[in-house]
């Protein structure tokens, strides 16, 4: 499996496309500082991204997280009311979004999955699959 290197068009399309959020991860940049200061590091976040594509690794620091409680609902000093949540930095986010595309794009152009797989496909839903097996006779 060979994938193409990205642009750092691609790259900035990507950061753009993330939601603008204050949360972060170990190194305090937060989605909406990514956003903003994206012309300024695409070009380097593009290398990085093109080192882990060819490389064939995620970079060990970009795995690291921040775990933290979620209130569920109930008693509030009860712990088991809660849920761990994993915050990773927002550039392991551009990176995962870009090996997605690329791990998405190389699925549909080889034409791996069958018509079957309604699953974890653009423009394919569960309401598709349901109307499928109705209305399909045995």
Excluded: W
Excluded at 40 to 45: Q, R
Excluded at 102 to 120: S, W
Excluded at 124 to 137: A, P
Aim: charged letters at 25%; aromatic letters at 14%; one cysteine or more.
């Amino acid at each position: 499996m060979i994938f193409k290197f990205f642009s750092t068009h691609e790259i900035t399309t990507i950061i753009k496309s993330l939601k603008a959020k204050n949360s972060y991860g170990y190194d305090e940049v937060t989605t909406k500082l990514l956003k903003i200061s994206a012309k300024y590091i695409c070009s380097p976040l593009t290398h990085i991204c093109n080192k882990a594509i060819s490389s064939g690794t995620f970079p060990e620091r970009l795995k690291y997280s921040v775990t933290k409680p979620l209130y569920k609902k109930g008693d509030k000093t009860d712990p088991s009311n809660y849920r761990p949540i994993s915050i990773l930095t927002s550039f392991s986010k551009v990176l995962e979004k870009a090996l997605y595309n690329r791990l998405v794009e190389y699925i549909n152009n080889n034409k791996l999955l069958t018509g079957q797989q309604y699953g974890f496909q653009k423009k394919f839903s569960t309401e598709d699959v349901i109307f499928k097996l109705t209305n399909t006779k045995f």
